[in-house]
């Protein structure tokens, strides 16, 4: 795919976008070579699908070098720590939304093994195939609304390696025997490397500063944030809202001033029947079961239910931190943690951070990260999608967006060598451009040519030996 130029959506939107960082901090305003280099940034993401200098210099036909493109990424005066913030209210005021439900989640992208540079990159537990890869680890904050759902912030998380080294050594001399006593203490945490519950906690307190306009309703994680003081500081933060998260199952709950696992608790009770709306649409059969209980760990009572889905065996057990809530409405407000997992599908299939991101250092990941999520962003101001979300119909899938962008991109290249002036002469330079700039041919490895093909035949000196052998001479 080629890029003439960017499609006016991109740079309506990145007018915006100034409008606003100009209005919160008019010394921050993005210059017009500024705002056009993002905007065919935006625009080289969605064609290239990665972030990758030398595929945007392909694209644009040569009219732009790697080291101008790489130039701006670096150097260039770009208030990178306004355009994710920014871009986000220019969002939230275009289509009125008041409102909405967060969901946090954390998702890994996959480095090479002797990568040094890449930011953050450590060992990470690879679920599909049980082992361990190297790669980083981002904590995205996801704000799902009645009309759409964007991302709102985002953080890398790298664990202590002082306490990951300990981790590791305890364990082994566990293994060998060793009793507690004897083996080395365990160090405290540095304050550099945060925990991904603390890290969700200043994605959210950033959120409140920067969208106080923004009531939301409720919060919904995972098992890893379902601690206490996650469950506790999330509520205040937003005036005692509701916190959902779930909690394993050997998680200690107190009844009849007895402690037990939860999940003896509801064995013992078991829950019934319900029908439930997921995410708003269809309407399911659920088994549930819920208490108001102490759990032990959090030192209070929560709202534990057990639920159990068609088809499955076991149970999973959700907590939620406000008690005044009725079950249904909580399961159902889970539910739309599903969606965080889409927006990151669609962001590592079709937003280019699933690949080629190779810029170094802490710079490099979290700039390019922030283009690729302008681009989910630029993506709600494509005329198609802001008529159907103004008009209370579904909104297109990204993947089929960017699929119309690309088509659209094309389009406008030969549009602009058929209305030229000369279009004969255009189109010869354009023809050109593509041959020196886009069209690489690389030498093949298959064929044998100017190389030693071998003789691969008997070797007059050897046959009388051979014949020897042969007669067991």
């Known amino acids: 795919m080629l890029i003439a130029e960017p499609l006016p959506f991109i740079k309506d939107y990145m007018r915006e976008l100034n409008t606003a960082i100009q209005t919160h901090c008019p010394e921050k305003n993005l210059s017009r070579i500024q705002q056009y280099w993002l905007s065919f940034c935006v625009m080289a993401i969605i064609v290239t699908n990665s972030v990758c200098w030398a595929r945007f210099q392909r694209a644009s036909i040569g009219q732009y070098s790697i080291g101008v493109l790489a130039w701006m990424f670096r150097k260039s005066k770009i208030p990178w720590d306004l355009l994710l913030q920014m871009s986000v209210s220019v969002i939230l005021r275009r289509y009125g939304i008041t409102e909405g439900n967060i969901g946090i989640d954390d998702t890994d992208k996959r480095r090479s093994k002797s990568t040094k540079k890449i930011f953050q990159v450590h060992k990470i537990k690879d679920k599909p195939s049980g082992g361990y890869i190297m790669g980083q680890s981002i904590v995205f904050l996801v704000l799902i609304t009645p009309k759409i759902t964007i991302p709102v912030g985002f953080s890398f998380h790298m664990p202590d390696p002082a306490l990951s080294a300990w981790h590791k050594n305890d364990k082994k001399l566990r293994k060998q025997g060793v009793p507690k006593k004897l083996r080395p203490v365990r160090p405290g945490r540095d304050n550099n490397y945060p925990t991904m519950p603390q890290i969700a906690l200043k994605l959210l307190e950033q959120f409140k500063r920067a969208h106080r306009q923004i009531r939301v309703r409720c919060v919904f994680t995972d098992a890893l944030y379902g601690t206490e003081e ?3 500081q999330a509520s205040r933060l937003f005036g005692g809202i509701q916190v959902i998260s779930q909690i394993r199952a050997n998680q200690l709950i107190r009844f009849k001033n007895k402690n037990m696992p939860v999940e003896n608790y509801f064995a013992s009770f078991l829950g019934t029947q319900q029908t439930i709306e997921v995410r708003g649409g269809e309407q399911i059969k659920v088994i549930v079961g819920s208490a108001r209980l102490h759990v032990h760990a959090h030192g209070k009572n929560r709202f534990v239910i057990a639920l159990k889905y068609e ?66 962003h630029s993506l709600f101001f494509h005329p198609v999608q802001l008529a159907r979300i103004e008009n209370k119909l579904p909104a297109y899938t990204v993947g089929s967006l960017t699929a119309k962008v690309k088509v659209e991109g094309m389009l406008a290249a030969f549009e602009q060598v058929i209305l030229s002036d000369a279009p004969v002469e255009r189109f010869k330079e354009f023809a050109k451009s593509l041959e020196d ?10 064929h044998m040519v100017n190389r030693k093909f071998g003789k691969f035949e008997p070797s007059p000196s050897l046959k009388h030996r051979s014949a020897a052998l042969e007669c067991g001479l």
């Open 230 to 232: 996650f469950l506790d």
């Open 311 to 376: 088809g499955e065996d076991e149970y999973r057990y959700i907590i939620a931190s406000d008690l005044s809530w009725r079950t249904l409405d909580i399961v159902e407000a889970y539910t739309l943690r599903w969606l965080v997992e889409v927006f990151f599908q669609d962001w590592k299939a079709n937003e280019g951070w699933g690949k080629l991101t190779k810029q170094i250092g802490e710079e490099g990941s979290s700039r390019s990260l922030i283009l690729s999520l302008l681009v989910d």
């Open 437 to 446: 700039n886009v069209i690489a041919l690389n030498l093949s490895s298959k």
